[in-house]
């Protein structure tokens, strides 16, 4: 499974959002620092859910990375828009 569809799975599972995007920008990387050469080194996350709307911005993004794990330790970089 890519890293991409897990990505979405868990947060699919974690928050049943309203709106989700997931965005391998990988390719825009190629050959920089972080880039692994597995074109899955750096994502986009946009998610908006009801389970999110009453954290402040901070909590927004820790409950997203612990939806996500293990993820996060195996991409370069993650951008989260969680707003």
């Known amino acids: 499974m890519s890293i991409e569809s897990e990505i979405r799975q868990r947060l699919v599972a974690s928050f049943a959002p309203d709106r989700l995007e997931v965005v ?3 390719h825009r990387h ?6 692994d050469g597995t074109g899955e080194s ?3 996350v946009v998610i908006r859910a009801s389970a999110l ?6 909590a ?11 993820i996060t330790t195996r991409v370069h970089a993650l951008s989260i828009d969680a707003g």
């Not at 190629?30 to 880039?35: K, R």
């Not at 709307?53 to 901070?58: F, N, P, Y």
């Not at 993004?61 to 612990?66: E, L």
Request: no cysteine.
């Open 53 to 58: 709307a009453e954290l402040g911005r901070v």
């Open 24 to 26: 391998n920008d990988s």
């Open 60 to 70: 927004r993004h820790r409950a997203v990375h612990q939806a996500l794990g293990d």
């Open 42 to 44: 750096h994502f986009a």
């Open 30 to 35: 190629a050959g920089h620092s972080g880039d």
